[in-house]
């Protein structure tokens, strides 16, 4: 290996792990200003000289390799999904400290709500069985909707739960433990049920799960000087909850948390899959819905791939879409990926766009799955994870990427500039 790449390796291993500690939920974080998230220094550590490295020879992997001894700052482009679920169980403090660490100038809380309708961070709304440790608790177990039942090897039959944040109050949800999202389909226990994280990524953090709710996020993301991409989740329980807590509520209470913290609306990216969400907060909450996201993993149909579909949400006065990564690329005819059309008729209408979710595939030797289905035959390597980067920044112009692990988009990011 080069000494040029190896030093870099070497240096920012051991910054990493001499920052190990802050990622702990009782470290203290200092008080910074948003607006000055770009001046503060990061922490990249090995991966994406790692990922550089494995490139194809070429133009781009020449421009990312002459980058390797600049210093990286924080850069809006990178923005964390779920803090950094790659190896931190997601949506805990010490995911999204991790994150920061990595330089995301932006973090992603998904705002789930529960059954004393408080806001917390969770990926889904019932996903309580597979990201925390609550089969594990039998009396909140017992409150699930669907309580632990373990695997039959006789019958046939996997293990089942389903627990969801509306089955539990905020304070018996904090009493939980963050964990990675995985769980056995063979588990006859309930500990083993805990078990069946990818290979590819690792429990070595997950001894450490400090949940949040989401004005905690808020507060924590604050500190940290960052920025917020908070995402309403939609409902898997019927609405109004309960009779009288509408989706209109549950929106305009998300929001209302940043206004009481004091966050100014420039420093909010809302996010929702529900176009409804997002023209309430246009038109109810302007200052905050002037930068509210629509988030869009449909098919390519002609129907949501067309310029008159693109003109139609600009109309309703969205102004950020963010499609799935594989919706924004394609593949030309001597199979290099390039834009897609929904990407030039999104941008010829003038929308913003971010991409979602890299690091999310696993290694990329074999293709990069749903993620990249639209280039999956072009990608048999972990550093093309920087060529759909650079076809993304670079020929779409996408304003950020979502990345479960940010250290690979902040390391773009710095090299070719961007803020």
């Not at 994150?99 to 705002?111: F, L, S, T």
């Not at 019958?155 to 905020?170: F, H, M, Q, V």
């Not at 990524?201 to 905690?216: D, F, I, K, P």
């Not at 650079?390 to 988009?409: C, K, M, N, Q, Y």
Request: proline share 6%; glycine share 6%; net charge negative.
């Amino acid at each position: 290996m080069k000494v040029s790449l190896l030093l870099p390796l070497i240096i920012g291993t051991l910054t990493m792990l001499s920052g190990c500690n802050d990622s702990d939920s009782n470290a203290s974080v200092p008080e910074a200003n948003p607006s000055d998230n770009n001046e503060q220094l990061v922490q990249l550590g090995p991966r994406p000289y790692f990922l550089v490295n494995d490139m194809d020879d070429g133009e781009l992997k020449s421009k990312l390799q002459a980058c390797e001894s600049i210093p990286a700052v924080s850069t809006n482009f990178s923005i964390a999904h779920r803090g950094a679920p790659l190896q931190f169980p997601e949506h805990t403090r010490e995911s999204y400290v991790a994150a920061a660490k990595m330089g995301a100038g932006i973090i992603e809380c998904d705002v789930a709500f529960t059954k004393d309708r408080q806001l917390v961070c969770r990926h889904a709304q019932n996903d309580l069985h597979t990201t925390t440790n609550i089969v594990a608790v039998p009396e909140l177990n017992a409150k699930c909707t669907k309580p632990f039942v373990p695997a039959n090897p006789g019958a046939g039959t996997k293990a089942e739960a389903e627990c969801r944040t509306s089955d539990i109050t905020l304070a018996e949800f904090k009493s939980l433990r963050g964990k990675m999202d995985a769980f056995d389909e063979n588990a006859t226990t309930p500990q083993e049920y805990l078990g069946g994280t990818a290979d590819w990524r690792t429990n070595l953090y997950a001894t450490e799960g400090s949940l949040l709710s989401h004005r905690e996020s808020i507060e924590l993301i604050k500190k940290l000087g960052l920025k917020f991409t908070p995402e309403l989740k939609t409902p898997v329980v019927d609405m109004p909850f309960e009779g009288d807590y509408t989706q209109e509520d549950y929106a305009r209470q998300m929001i209302n948390e940043y206004i009481a913290a004091g966050v100014k609306p420039e420093d909010v990216w809302p996010q929702s899959f529900l176009l409804d969400d997002v023209v309430f907060w246009v038109n109810q909450m302007p200052e905050f819905g002037r930068q509210a996201v629509f988030l869009d993993e449909k098919s390519n149909d002609p129907d949501n791939v067309s310029m008159a579909y693109m003109e139609s949400l600009a109309q309703k006065g969205v102004s950020i879409l963010a499609p799935a990564l594989w919706k924004m690329l394609t593949l030309n005819g001597h199979q290099e990926i390039v834009p897609s059309e929904y990407a030039f008729n999104a941008k010829a209408a003038g929308l913003d766009l971010i991409g979602w979710s890299l690091e999310r595939s696993g290694p990329l030797a074999e293709g990069g799955a749903w993620y990249y289905q639209t280039v999956n035959d072009a990608i048999n390597n972990d550093g093309d994870i920087y060529t759909v980067i650079d076809v993304l920044a670079r020929e779409i112009g996408v304003i950020g990427i979502f990345s479960d692990w940010p250290a690979t988009t902040t390391y773009y990011a710095n090299c070719m500039g961007l803020k």
